[in-house]
């Protein structure tokens, strides 16, 4: 829905979690919106707009490249990865999907989506098949798109489902294209997490696909889910809440213990308000969570029962574990990395 500069090293002043983070960097400045982030090679890849794709190298920080993929000015909000390249769409019609070799950085638009109502809200790559959510068509048919790739082949198709013709959104359901993590995926299971006057959950497997209605904060095209994680078949987790109300927290964070058929509201009241990316910690069960909107960065030890506001720092959009003690944020003309201790 609808230039590099040396890093910067600075402290934040930070509530009760103080004793455990340390040190937050910036890594990263430039004139650019990134909501889309990958970790490969120990380098922090990242799109965002002006056509730009590029990398930090994370044991060098002045290893860093940038290239602009286009000369139009682009807005890639969308990243993903299979074994030798990455993948990125702009979000406006048509929506272009370059192909980047990741060792040579050569990169080819190897298909366009020309229809009026294409806007690309993720993409999500299982193993070599990537899987691309758009904004529904005309007829609100849901818009499920997979790539298949391969060393010289590519191909692209509206995926079909064995229980469904045709599967169908609400007037006024989409998604929101915050941070490319309205898709999560654990072995053979594909979640999708729509938004707007209905916030629901789309699962997937084997190309049946079920869908099933949410508690979660909805009705108003700025209201829903923005963000999920999935730690296994059963434990998942979904954030968001309202773009227009950055401070409201209702009904804003969930989770599931059935693979996302029921959810449990959590927090409700009780949180730093509207989040845009959550992220299960490595090797945490679950228990372990971070979080992002643009006026917070916060943190769960409880299976996200509960959370505490680490970081009043404004204007990140994605987040990204690196490993158990090192997360990357990325947002409006920055990319940050945060070391915690436990």
Same mark, same amino acid.
Request: glycine content about 8%.
């Given at each position: 829905?609808?230039?590099?500069?040396?890093?910067?090293?600075?402290?934040?002043?930070?509530?009760? @979690?103080?004793?455990?983070?340390?040190?937050?960097?910036?890594?990263?400045?430039?004139?650019?919106?990134?909501?889309?982030?990958?970790?490969?090679?120990?380098?922090?890849?990242?799109?965002?707009?002006?056509?730009? %794709?590029? %990398?930090?190298?994370?044991?060098?920080?002045?290893?860093?490249?940038?290239?602009?993929?286009?000369?139009?000015?682009?807005?890639?909000?969308?990243?993903?990865?299979?074994?030798?390249?990455?993948?990125?769409? !702009?979000?406006?019609?048509?929506?272009?999907?370059?192909?980047?070799?990741?060792?040579?950085?050569?990169?080819?638009?190897? @298909?366009?989506?020309?229809?009026?109502?294409?806007?690309?809200?993720?993409?999500?790559?299982?193993?070599?098949?990537?899987?691309?959510?758009?904004?529904?068509?005309?007829?609100?048919?849901?818009?499920?798109?997979?790539?298949?790739?391969?060393?010289? !082949?590519?191909?692209?198709?509206?995926?079909? %489902?064995?229980?469904?013709?045709?599967?169908?959104?609400?007037?006024?359901?989409?998604? @929101?294209?915050?941070?490319?993590?309205?898709?999560?995926?654990?072995?053979?299971?594909?979640?999708?997490?729509?938004?707007?006057?209905?916030?629901?959950?789309?699962?997937?497997?084997?190309?049946?696909?079920?869908?099933?209605?949410?508690?979660?904060?909805?009705?108003?095209?700025?209201?829903?889910?923005?963000?999920?994680?999935?730690?296994?078949?059963? @434990?998942?987790?979904?954030?968001?809440?309202?773009?227009?109300?950055?401070?409201?927290?209702? !009904?804003?964070?969930?989770?599931?213990?059935?693979?996302?058929?029921?959810?449990?509201?959590?927090?409700?009241?009780?949180?730093?308000?509207?989040?845009?990316?959550?992220?299960?910690?490595?090797?945490?069960?679950?228990?372990?969570?971070?979080?992002?909107?643009?006026?917070?960065?916060?943190?769960?030890?409880?299976?996200?029962?509960?959370?505490?506001?680490?970081?009043?720092?404004?204007?990140?959009?994605?987040?990204?574990?690196?490993?158990?003690?090192?997360?990357?944020?990325?947002?409006?003309?920055?990319?940050?990395?945060?070391?915690?201790?436990?």
């Amino acid at each position: 829905m609808k230039k590099l500069l040396p890093f910067l090293f600075s402290f934040f002043g930070i509530f009760t @979690f103080s004793q455990q983070i340390e040190s937050f960097k910036t890594i990263l400045n430039d004139k650019i919106s990134i909501r889309a982030l990958e970790i490969y090679d120990n380098k922090v890849w990242y799109s965002g707009t002006d056509s730009k %794709f590029g %990398f930090v190298d994370l044991k060098n920080l002045k290893n860093q490249k940038q290239i602009r993929l286009s000369e139009k000015k682009l807005q890639f909000r969308t990243l993903g990865e299979s074994k030798n390249f990455f993948y990125t769409i !702009n979000i406006e019609s048509p929506a272009e999907f370059f192909k980047i070799n990741k060792k040579s950085l050569k990169y080819e638009i190897v @298909f366009r989506d020309t229809a009026k109502t294409a806007f690309y809200d993720a993409l999500h790559f299982v193993n070599e098949a990537g899987f691309a959510f758009s904004d529904p068509d005309k007829d609100l048919n849901l818009k499920l798109v997979t790539l298949l790739a391969s060393k010289n !082949n590519y191909s692209f198709y509206n995926v079909g %489902f064995t229980n469904h013709d045709r599967v169908k959104l609400k007037e006024g359901e989409a998604a @929101f294209a915050a941070s490319n993590t309205n898709i999560a995926s654990y072995k053979s299971n594909l979640w999708i997490a729509t938004g707007g006057k209905s916030s629901r959950i789309l699962r997937m497997k084997n190309l049946s696909i079920e869908v099933f209605e949410t508690p979660f904060i909805q009705g108003e095209s700025s209201q829903g889910m923005y963000s999920i994680d999935f730690l296994n078949d059963k @434990f998942g987790i979904a954030v968001g809440g309202d773009y227009t109300k950055q401070d409201a927290n209702i !009904n804003n964070i969930a989770t599931t213990n059935d693979g996302g058929e029921t959810w449990q509201i959590q927090a409700s009241g009780k949180n730093a308000g509207y989040t845009t990316c959550v992220k299960i910690k490595p090797n945490s069960n679950g228990k372990e969570i971070i979080s992002v909107g643009d006026q917070h960065i916060s943190y769960s030890s409880d299976f996200g029962k509960t959370w505490t506001k680490i970081s009043d720092e404004k204007g990140f959009f994605v987040c990204k574990w690196v490993d158990e003690n090192t997360v990357v944020f990325a947002g409006n003309g920055k990319i940050s990395v945060m070391k915690l201790k436990f």
